[in-house]
């Protein structure tokens, strides 16, 4: 069993960063795929970055080159640094852990982004 535990959400202004942490605990040896999805108000959750345990990483199209995903694989945890915030980046961001066939997910931290 997986827990995860997120947090880092917000209030911010357009243009401006946040950082979201999400700190993997349990039974674990090694999680392969550790990422985070999102979901705006009556809409489906979207991937929005993901990282393999090996270093490689993919993006939604509409965050490249605003948000950074990063791994500390010792500390089983994961960042998302989030720059240039825009108010379509609000949403209710989740992190989410691919561990030996199933899917976790963590309790989800509010991002919102207004003037």
């Known amino acids: 069993q997986v827990q995860l535990v997120e947090s880092g959400g917000g209030l911010v202004q357009p243009g401006g960063s946040l950082r979201l942490s999400c700190a993997a605990s349990?039974?674990?040896?090694?999680?392969?795929?550790m990422g985070w999805y999102r979901q705006a108000p009556g809409k489906q959750r979207e991937l929005v970055a993901r990282?393999?345990?090996?270093?490689?990483?993919n993006y939604a199209d509409s965050v490249k080159g605003r948000f950074t995903i990063s791994r500390d694989n010792a500390k089983n945890t994961v960042y998302l640094q989030m720059n240039s915030l825009k108010p379509e980046d609000t949403a209710v961001y989740y992190c989410?852990?691919?561990?030996?066939?199933?899917?976790?997910w963590g309790q989800g931290t509010q991002v919102t982004v207004s003037s």
């Open positions: 989410n852990v691919y561990y030996r066939l199933a899917d976790y």
């Open positions: 349990g039974t674990i040896f090694e999680i392969y795929v």
């Open positions: 990282a393999t345990s090996g270093g490689i990483t």
